[in-house]
């Protein structure tokens, strides 16, 4: 078992320990975990995610169900930020998500236009901003550009930075996918490089090695792999994606191994709001419990 990084390691500025230490410790489980409700999927998948529980379409259910679970935060585009977020101000953490775009075009030169400022994140009371950085993309020197400026805000202004780090474009996918352990590993590595605080990263899946570059194309398990993950984020800690809606065995197994892992927790979106309320806050609660065996130091 791998162990997590402590606020104290991080080389954090007054403001962001301040923040992460709000959102680590005066929410969710208090113990130094994070779960998060992503809730930005109207902008980046469209509506099409929301048939399974027409409810989620409301963004007003969301923040009630986010209160209701004790999430560490809720991370929002910036319309439903200005719309609905300050009926629960105060009462649960914000991450405004600063970047997106739809999934109309193709993946194959992706690029997350800017459409929202740090500044706009301190003016709504959040206490972290998100961007998504889409790496391999034929599009990255204009990613890492846009990138940049919004590292620099957010570190003038003491607000932590939370980096979807997400592998896309052709040379991805001629590389075992955006989903390999190449390629997810490559990702966490470029955020803590970069200067990210937190790392959003997908579950790597080291079954996909085809064309991968050495020692990729070896045989990992699935917990060597997201023990890599980690590793290679280093002092950027690491929340775990929950992807596509997929079986609550499937889903708790990825929680024990993140957490195994040194990960700082999960940010579950459409597992978690794409079943009933009382369903949702019941798999809430399970994840809980396997967060409540991996506090901080």
């Not at 995610?49 to 910036?78: C, H, T, W």
């Not at 957490?259 to 399970?286: H, K, P, T």
């Amino acid at each position: 078992m791998q162990k997590r990084a402590s606020l104290n390691e991080l080389g954090l500025s007054t403001g962001k320990k301040a923040r992460l230490r709000r959102i680590l410790f005066d929410h969710g489980l208090r113990n130094g975990t994070a779960l998060f409700l992503p809730y930005d999927q109207g902008l980046e998948h469209g509506p099409r995610d929301f048939f399974a529980n027409p409810k989620a379409s409301d963004p007003a259910y969301i923040m009630k169900l986010a209160v209701a679970g004790e999430f560490n935060g809720v991370a929002i585009q910036i319309g439903l930020a200005e719309k609905f977020f300050w009926d629960y101000a105060g009462e649960i953490p914000l991450i405004l998500k600063l970047n997106g775009k739809t999934d109309i075009p193709s993946d194959a030169a992706a690029l997350s236009p800017v459409h929202a400022s740090v500044e706009d994140a301190v003016r709504l009371g959040a206490d972290a901003v998100g961007y998504t950085l889409y790496v391999g993309s034929p599009a990255q020197e204009t990613d890492f550009a846009q990138y940049r400026q919004i590292r620099a805000d957010a570190e003038r202004l003491g607000m932590p930075l939370v980096v979807w780090a997400y592998p896309r474009g052709e040379a991805i996918e001629a590389k075992g996918g955006k989903d390999s352990f190449y390629a997810v590993d490559y990702a966490a590595r470029v955020a803590s490089e970069l200067g990210a605080d937190v790392v959003k990263v997908n579950f790597p899946h080291p079954a996909k090695r085809d064309n991968v570059k050495p020692p990729y194309e070896e045989i990992f398990s699935p917990q060597q792999a997201i023990d890599g993950v980690v590793r290679s984020a280093n002092r950027t800690l690491v929340l775990v994606s929950g992807g596509s809606k997929a079986g609550d065995d499937t889903m708790y197994r990825k929680a024990e191994q993140a957490m195994d892992a040194g990960g700082l927790g999960l940010i579950f979106g459409r597992n978690v709001w794409q079943r009933g309320y009382d369903e949702s806050l019941a798999f809430v609660d399970a994840l809980k419990e396997i967060l409540v065996q991996h506090p901080s130091e």
